[in-house]
């Protein structure tokens, strides 16, 4: 059975789409949350998972009805950032070989896939749907009213609901990026203490939420130009409590295969 939220979604969609067959619908539904969590990183999920001795190569177990987008962070037991790649969504490549036996934690983004529902819906967080329930039905209502010589085809009115929809997804981003926390702002690491690596993928070091947004909060000024003093500054000014990762946790058992 359909949950609340997508049947309010539906809903509104036939209300301003006279004429529109429902399986349409749900295929242009579909491609709109697809576009919606690739372009947010909204949808995460941590994944913890072990090591083994002369292993680069971590093969992920897929996830009911979702697939894997981006690798967020890579942290070790102690809350140490691992270098690492995910070129193919799903497997992670260690920068290193480990020679002992780790504990690691991935933060990856989700987005929608197969197997869908019984009525053929995608599977989704129900909170997502509900806190962007508008900005959904604008995506779909801009695809649908692009096509040709349709009933409820409207150029204009396509446009408009893109660009609502593509203004609404980069709010999306940037509440994501912030973890829903009032005020924060975008994490940047100080470019005077960045170490350069040609290697690309997570970077290593205690920090390890860093992706093309720049993830987390920004440091204050640095005092001095001491990394010390500017890393002390910007610890004391987080909330002593750390906002919860929107999405599940998988504990040991998620990889499929090692190389």
């Not at 491609?31 to 083994?52: G, I, K, P, Y």
């Not at 193919?88 to 989700?110: D, F, R, S, Y």
């Not at 924060?184 to 350069?196: I, K, N």
């Not at 909330?239 to 999405?247: D, E, Q």
């Amino acid at each position: 059975m359909a949950s609340t939220e997508i049947n309010r979604i539906m809903d509104n969609l036939r209300i301003r789409l006279p004429g529109a067959v429902d399986e349409l619908m749900k295929l242009e539904l579909f491609n709109t949350l697809n576009d919606f969590f690739q372009d947010t990183n909204l949808w995460r999920v941590r994944l913890q998972f072990s090591t083994e001795v002369g292993a680069r190569s971590y093969s992920l177990a897929p996830l009911p009805s979702s697939a894997y987008v981006r690798l967020i962070s890579l942290i070790d037991s102690k809350g140490l950032g691992v270098s690492a790649t995910m070129d193919v969504p799903g497997t992670i490549i260690l920068a290193t070989v480990p020679n002992t036996v780790q504990q690691l934690v991935a933060e990856l983004t989700l987005t929608v896939d197969d197997p869908m529902s019984v009525e053929n819906y995608p599977i989704c967080p129900d909170w997502a749907l509900n806190k962007y329930q508008n900005d959904i039905v604008d995506g779909v209502l801009g695809r649908m009213m692009s096509q040709a010589a349709k009933p409820y085809s409207n150029t204009q009115l396509a446009l408009y609901h893109a660009r609502s929809f593509r203004s609404a997804v980069a709010v999306a981003r940037m509440e994501a990026n912030r973890r829903n926390i009032y005020g924060a702002q975008s994490w940047v690491y100080p470019q005077q203490f960045a170490r350069r690596s040609r290697g690309g993928g997570v970077s290593g070091g205690p920090l390890a939420p860093v992706t093309g947004d720049q993830d987390g909060v920004i440091l204050p000024p640095a005092a001095n130009g001491s990394l010390g003093e500017y890393l002390n500054n910007w610890l004391l000014s987080l909330p002593t409590t750390l906002p919860p990762v929107a999405g599940e946790f998988w504990n040991n058992g998620g990889v499929l295969s090692v190389s």
